[in-house]
């Protein structure tokens, strides 16, 4: 076996959890095939591959006569020729290529253009920021049509303008489209209570209920409402439905502690405070309800303990400490939100098949807001998902400078450093990894893979993947293990690798097949 | 077995007494919601009074911090006539800015029949400070109101000389407190010492140099105080001189830094002292429990008005006091900022204090508004206290970014419906509540001496808004005066028990409230359909307690310490 696989090399990056750790985006997600499967299918046509290339090398080794070498040369020099030419068109046609993508990614001209006076002072800057984000939310009106998507984005960024009744007429268009939208049915409730109309915002929200009876914080909301019309039973009522879905919910604890001691029921409210506060011991405000039913209920020693631990918390909170921001915060912050709307849209318009616009939103996010590392991981994605993985390395290179400290960024450029054949780069990319997830064995057992593939530091490859079984002896770093040990001649180590490799995945055949391998010797 | 057609045409006839008796019954049941809940009425009368006052701010576009804050008014007889004059206060010119004619505070005297004559010149009331809070009290007893003013920068006591004119006696008085932001101010005798001492209320700490430019989604604002360092409060013990002692330290209000707002002075505790209650914006309140003797200990957190109900600090903007549900003791109200409720802290006695916003429905209306000047007064003279509230945002471009709420707001009318509930009436109690300004300070008072309480609020950057009461409610009314002979002459703390027939209800004097306002020294009490009171109890501070029985109603009685006679004001 001296061109062994890399087993599992693609079982992290498509590995969904971690996709989804990525970008929060489904592309990433490119199969249903667990990791293991697919080892198995990468093994096979590794080896058919390898097989071809070794006949080829068989009818290559006839030895050549001493007239023949003059023919060899004129005809090494004619190929050398012709190859020149060949490779000189290629060059050609690449650069033409190329350019012609470039002009494709290129802004169309209905995109909005960034003005040509730069902007002066922040101000000017933020209402530029937020006049493309109008331009950019009609751009997607006009694109996708009878959208409700497209509806509710532009309702959303009014929302986030501060235009709440223009949110409402497009949240409301948008729902008509899309009637199960039981987010939109929340932000209708949202604006309602923040106008005080508390009626309208307890409908919107039992609306939002029917639809996904689990939406979090909605049943808290309502019974915040309710309370606020002074109708604490019914609020009660709903907080204790919350708490039946969301036993662990702190909130609503909490919240129902309040209701119980606007009732004067006291001995329940202190309950609740108990609990919310064994769910969250650090929140300040349960401890202050907490003091209050204490104090209520003639316990005049806890309560002072708990306003004590309170006033404690409470000075502790930086929100107490610090309040507003400076300009600049400001202009950061609308860059993100344009950056933001720019992804927002990508994703309608890629769900709709369109690449070119996906990309092109997608570099504009960048653009908005060139320090986040979410456009760039969802290029990253795109790219990979269209196959242009240098063009993904260089987006994940980039999240790397922004996020040195993301883990699943360095995984990623592994992987794609990988596809690219460059080992070094994989190398420390690995070693990145583990450096920064010391206790995940997935590092150690790739970068081991990695040394068992070029057959280099194969001692390294083996403690490499014993680090990897002894923090989490699954079948695949066993399997790692097994071939490391075969790679430095541990026949004896190797066997019984395999052998639990097996034992504790006995479906895959691939395991089975280099565990026979092994154990006969073929 | 048939029908008796005797029984049938029985049933018939008890069908018709039912059906007339429903409709009988629903005919009385709304005459009575009606006489329960009467209707409050407030006609704008601005125009009519003449009052030609336009507040400033004294703003350049800076955005200085104390230009949301300004500013209260003062509603108070300084000429002794009878009348309820009306003292607006005014900014000044802040860096940067320029004007003509430097702004100042005005003093309208009330010459009867809603009209109102300027008299700031004469007054010598012009002042031309940064005005922000302000207190009215006789300070020197000798007779007169006397006016002292809170401002951004030196503040200023004013003595009534007795003829209509006042002189600035701060530096002879000792009480300029120095170069701060200032907010509300109270008069009290907080020793029972017989003469007012002075507390003042401080903002944070400015200087143009720490002056921060803040923005909200890309529009400059006015920055949040947070942003500033919170100051403690000053006090002033009165040494019955003329001048007075800075005794913040010596107090222990020294102790407690904030950034307040709107104060007041009550005997919360009922033990014959008063007490102090400051908002503090963006923070907790503080409730200073008074040990009789002057010395401060800051209770709010153990007495529960220092947070709301959920433990979170509301922006305290306005203080008032008053028994709402009648159970003889003194309940808070503070407004506060938008997303937030008011909040109304109900006095469960002992010292000890319940948020009842929701359950009441106090904070009705006040979720997406900033709310400043306050009162729990009785508006339709139905024996119990409802709810004014004036409102108005303090960033003047939050149209551009939040269209939840608005520079310009309604003001709101809160219903007491007598059962410890209220219902938001703003909507229905006529013109007058559909004024939209930018309100700061108010005041309640009876400005035409017809026995229901008038409203006027002075409005940001705008003229002011006069409110004439138009209630149709024929409840009846007494309107009390004190005037002190031991303790100090107006009878600033004293504590009046009023009873008629099967109402009781309490208040106190008070000097300096609401929204770094003064208002309401001469004490209102609606009676309902009570045709005589039965007696009147007035503990003194720091002297004793005087009866006073069977007073006939509707009228203004001036009650005299140390005497049982009534007598009628003119």
Same mark, same amino acid.
């Given at each position: 076996m001296s061109k062994t696989p890399i087993a599992g090399r693609e079982s992290f990056t498509d590995n969904p959890s971690l996709a989804i750790m990525m970008d929060g985006h489904d592309t990433f997600v490119s199969s249903d095939l667990s990791g293991t499967d697919r080892q198995g299918q990468y093994l096979m046509s590794k080896r058919k591959k390898i097989a071809k290339r070794k006949t080829r090398d068989v009818g290559r080794s006839r030895p050549a006569g001493p007239g023949s070498r003059r023919r060899i040369r004129w005809a090494a020099g004619l190929g050398a020729s012709v190859c020149l030419t060949v490779a000189g068109i290629l060059v050609v046609r690449y650069v033409w290529q190329v350019d012609r993508q470039q002009q494709q990614t290129r802004p169309s001209q209905n995109l909005p253009q960034p003005p040509t006076q730069p902007p002066v002072t922040p101000e000017e800057e933020i209402a530029m920021l937020k006049n493309r984000e109008l331009e950019l939310a009609q751009q997607v009106m006009k694109d996708l049509p009878g959208s409700g998507d497209a509806y509710i984005l532009t309702g959303d960024l009014h929302r986030r303008l501060g235009s709440s009744t223009k949110a409402v007429e497009f949240w409301q268009k948008g729902l008509q489209l899309h009637p199960n939208r039981a987010d939109v049915y929340r932000n209708l409730g949202i604006v309602a209570m923040e106008k005080g109309d508390f009626e309208e915002a307890v409908s919107f929200w039992q609306k939002a209920l029917e639809i996904n009876p689990q939406m979090p914080g909605v049943h808290a909301a309502i019974a915040r409402a309710l309370m606020g019309l002074g109708r604490q039973d019914e609020a009660i009522k709903e907080l204790e439905d919350d708490v039946r879905i969301s036993p662990q919910s702190a909130d609503s604890y909490f919240l129902l502690g309040q209701a119980f001691l606007q009732k004067q029921d006291y001995a329940r409210a202190k309950m609740c405070y108990e609990r919310a506060i064994e769910l969250r011991p650090d929140h300040p405000n349960s401890y202050y309800g907490l003091s209050t039913a204490c104090a209520r209920l003639k316990e005049p020693d806890k309560a002072r303990e708990y306003r004590a631990i309170f006033k404690k918390l409470r000075t502790a909170r930086p929100e107490d400490r610090e309040y507003g921001h400076a300009p600049s915060d400001d202009l950061a912050r609308v860059r993100g939100n344009l950056a933001d709307l720019s992804m927002r849209a990508a994703g309608l318009y890629q769900a709709r098949g369109n690449t070119r616009r996906t990309e092109e939103l997608l570099k504009q996010a960048v653009a908005a807001d060139p320090n986040s590392t979410a456009p760039h991981k969802r290029l990253a994605a795109l790219y990979r998902m269209t196959n242009r993985i240098p063009a993904a390395l260089a987006q994940c290179e980039r999240v790397r400078q922004l996020e040195p400290n993301d883990p699943t960024c360095h995984l990623l450029i592994a992987t794609l450093a990988l596809q690219l054949k460059r080992a070094d780069r994989a190398e420390a990319a690995f070693r990145n990894f583990i450096a920064l997830c010391p206790d995940q064995s997935v590092g150690y057992r790739e970068l081991a893979h990695l040394y068992i593939r070029t057959n280099t530091r194969l001692s390294e490859a083996e403690k490499l993947a014993k680090k990897a079984v002894e923090l989490e002896p699954t079948a695949d770093n066993y399997f790692a293990l097994g071939q490391a040990c075969q790679k430095v001649g541990d026949k004896q180590g190797a066997l019984a690798a395999m052998r639990k490799a097996v034992e504790l995945a006995p479906d895959n055949r691939e395991y089975k097949k280099v565990y026979d391998l092994i154990r006969y010797g073929r | 077995m048939a029908d008796d057609p005797m029984t049938s045409r029985g049933d018939a006839k008890c069908e018709t007494y039912l059906r007339w008796g429903v409709v009988l019954a629903l005919i009385l049941l709304l005459a009575f919601s009606h006489a329960v809940f009467g209707q409050i009425v407030f006609t704008d009368i601005t125009r009519e009074t003449q009052i030609t006052f336009r507040h400033t701010d %004294? /703003?350049? %576009?800076?955005? @200085?911090?104390?230009e949301t804050v300004s500013a209260g008014l003062a509603l108070f007889d300084y000429d002794r006539d009878g009348d309820i004059d009306v003292y607006f206060l005014n900014g000044a010119l802040l860096k940067g800015a320029r004007a003509e004619r430097p702004p100042t505070n005005a003093l309208y005297r009330n010459d009867g029949n809603w009209k109102f004559t300027d008299v700031t010149e004469q007054s010598g009331? /012009?002042?031309? %400070? @940064? %005005?922000?809070g302000v207190a009215i009290g006789d300070y020197d007893n000798d007779g007169d109101q006397d006016v002292y003013l809170n401002d951004y920068g030196p503040n200023t006591l004013y003595r009534n000389n007795g003829d209509g004119t006042f002189t600035d006696v701060t530096r002879a008085a000792g009480v300029d407190n120095g170069f701060q932001v200032g907010a509300g101010a109270c008069f009290l005798d907080m020793d029972r010492d017989g003469d007012l001492d002075l507390y003042v209320s401080n903002y944070l700490k400015f200087s143009y140099d720490e002056h921060v430019s803040s923005m909200a989604d890309g529009y400059r604002t006015y920055a949040n105080p947070r942003n500033y360092l919170p100051l403690p409060d000053t006090l002033y013990r009165n040494n019955g001189d003329g001048t007075f002692t800075n005794v913040t330290e010596a107090s222990g209000v020294g102790g407690h830094a904030g950034w307040g707002m709107g104060i007041v002075c009550a005997d919360y505790d009922n033990d014959g002292d008063t007490d102090v209650f400051v908002g503090n914006d963006v923070a907790e309140n503080f409730l200073f429990q008074n040990d009789g003797r002057g010395r401060f200990e800051e209770m709010g957190l153990a007495a529960g008005t220092a947070y709301k109900l959920s433990g979170s600090p509301s922006a305290s903007m306005g203080v008032d006091c008053g028994d709402y549900n009648n159970d003889g003791l003194l309940d808070f109200f503070v407004t506060s900022y938008q997303q937030e409720l008011a909040v109304l802290y109900k006095n469960l006695g002992g010292g000890v204090f319940e948020d009842v916003t929701m359950t009441a429905g106090a904070g009705a209306g006040t979720l997406p508004k900033v709310t400043w000047g306050n009162t729990l007064a009785d508006f339709d003279n139905d024996g119990d206290r409802d709810i004014f509230i004036a409102c108005g945002h303090l960033q003047d471009n939050v149209d551009h970014y939040d269209d939840v709420t608005s520079y310009h707001q309604r003001n709101i009318l809160l219903m007491n419906t007598g059962d410890g509930k209220f219902i938001d009436v703003s909507d229905k109690s006529g013109a007058g509540m559909t004024v939209k300004l930018s309100s700061r300070g108010a005041g309640f008072d009876d400005l035409d001496n017809d026995g229901d309480i008038d409203v006027v609020v002075l409005n940001s950057r705008r003229e002011p808004t006069i409110l004439r009461n138009d209630s149709p409610s024929k409840g009846h009314w007494i309107q009390i005066c004190l005037q002190g002979t031991k303790s100090n002459r107006g009878g600033v703390g004293a504590r009046v028990n009023v009873v008629a027939g099967d109402l009781t209800l309490i208040d106190e004097v008070h000097s300096g409230r609401g929204y770094q306002s003064h208002y309401g020294m001469r004490l209102h009490f609606g009676l309902g359909d009570r045709e005589k009171v039965d007696r009147i109890e007035v503990r003194w501070i720091g002297g004793g307690t005087d009866i006073f029985e069977n007073i006939s109603v509707d009228r203004v009685v001036v009650l005299t310490e140390g005497t049982s006679t009534v007598a009628t004001q003119r």
């Open positions: - | %004294g /703003g350049s %576009g800076e955005r @200085y911090i104390m009331l /012009g002042d031309v %400070g @940064y %005005g922000l």
